[in-house]
Structures are given as C-alpha cells and as structure tokens.
Nanobody
Framework: QVRLVESGGGLVQPGGSLRLSCAASGSIFRIDAMGWYRQAPGKQRELVAVIISGDSTNYAESVKGRFTISRDNAENTVYLQMNSLNPEDTAVYYC??????????????WGQGTQVTVSS
C-alpha cells in the first residue's frame, strides 16, 4: 500500500503564489510519474502538470509559464509551485502517483485533495 500526504493549499489573492507538496511512502519499488490534477466545482478533473522519470514535464496550457512542477527523488515528493494565480485556478488539487510495486506491478494512487482558493 502507498500513502500520499498533500499539503500547501489555502486561500490566496489574485496574483499570489502557493506551493503544493505531496509525499509518497509505502511499498514502492519505483515511481514512474508524479503529477497534479485539479477539479473545480461542476467541472471534470483535469491534468495540471506531470513529471516523469528522467524529469520530463508536461503542463496544461492554462498554467504554462505560471506553474512549475518538480520532484525530490530521495524523498519521493512532488511539488507544484503556483505563481500568478487567478480565480480560474480555484479548485481541489489532487496528487497522482504511478508506481511499480516491489513485485513489479504497476499501480496508481491519488491523494486526498487540497483546496486552493484564489479570491480577493
């Protein structure tokens, strides 16, 4: 079993910044990808950013140039630095991790979600 612990959400004014973190622990042989998704009220969950082994990254068009995803391989932690936030970024942000277990089985896990609210 794998546990994901998210932190860093909150309320911020437009133009402000927040940093989300997600730490993975448990039965992990290898982390293949770590990412962030978000879901706003009445909308589908969407990919925000993902970082895969080798540090290749991919971003949603709406966050390019404003958000930066990074990871600490030693700590199995992924970060999302969010700058120039606007009200359209308001959503619950979910951490997502794709792994290989010690038995070399692929598996996927989701965090519990952290609320990000951008409002004046």
């Amino acid at each position: 079993q794998v546990r994901l612990v998210e932190s860093g959400g909150g309320l911020v004014q437009p133009g402000g910044s927040l940093r989300l973190s997600c730490a993975a622990s448990g039965s992990i042989f290898r982390i293949d990808a770590m990412g962030w998704y978000r879901q706003a009220p009445g909308k589908q969950r969407e990919l925000v950013a993902v970082i895969i082994s080798g540090d290749s990254t991919n971003y949603a068009e709406s966050v390019k140039g404003r958000f930066t995803i990074s990871r600490d391989n030693a700590e199995n932690t992924v970060y999302l630095q969010m700058n120039s936030l606007n009200p359209e970024d308001t959503a619950v942000y979910y951490c997502n991790v794709n792994i290989h277990t010690p038995r070399y089985v692929r598996d996927e896990y989701w965090g519990q979600g952290t609320q990000v609210t951008v409002s004046s």
